[in-house]
Nanobody
Framework: QVQLVESGGGLVQPGGSLRLSCAAS????????MGWYRQAPGKEREMVARITSGGITKYAGSVRGRFIISRDNAKNTVDLQMNSLKPEDTAVYYCKAGDGLGVTTVDYWGQGTQVTVSS
């Protein structure tokens, strides 16, 4: 089993910044893609940003240019630097990691951390 622990959420004013961190631990085989997803009340969970072990990134259009995802393969951690935050960014943010190779890859999720952007 792989465990993911998120940290860094909180309350911030519009235009402010937060940095989310996620650490993977446990019986890790081979983590390929790690990413951040978010879900607001009444909304579908959506991909915010993801990054492969090779450093290839992908961002949701709504956060591109404001958020930066990074990872440390040796430590199995992934961070999300969130800048110029907007009220629309308010949601529970979840860390996701894919462990394994090919068709045997298993997805793991963290418990989530609340991000609230409000004045």
């Amino acid at each position: 089993q792989v465990q993911l622990v998120e940290s860094g959420g909180g309350l911030v004013q519009p235009g402010g910044s937060l940095r989310l961190s996620c650490a993977a631990s446990g019986s890790i085989f081979s983590i390929n893609t790690m990413g951040w997803y978010r879900q607001a009340p009444g909304k579908e969970r959506e991909m915010v940003a993801r990054i492969t072990s090779g450093g290839i990134t992908k961002y949701a259009g709504s956060v591109r240019g404001r958020f930066i995802i990074s990872r440390d393969n040796a430590k199995n951690t992934v961070d999300l630097q969130m800048n110029s935050l907007k009220p629309e960014d308010t949601a529970v943010y979840y860390c996701k990691a894919g462990d394994g190779l090919g068709v045997t890859t298993v997805d793991y999720w963290g418990q989530g951390t609340q991000v609230t952007v409000s004045s």
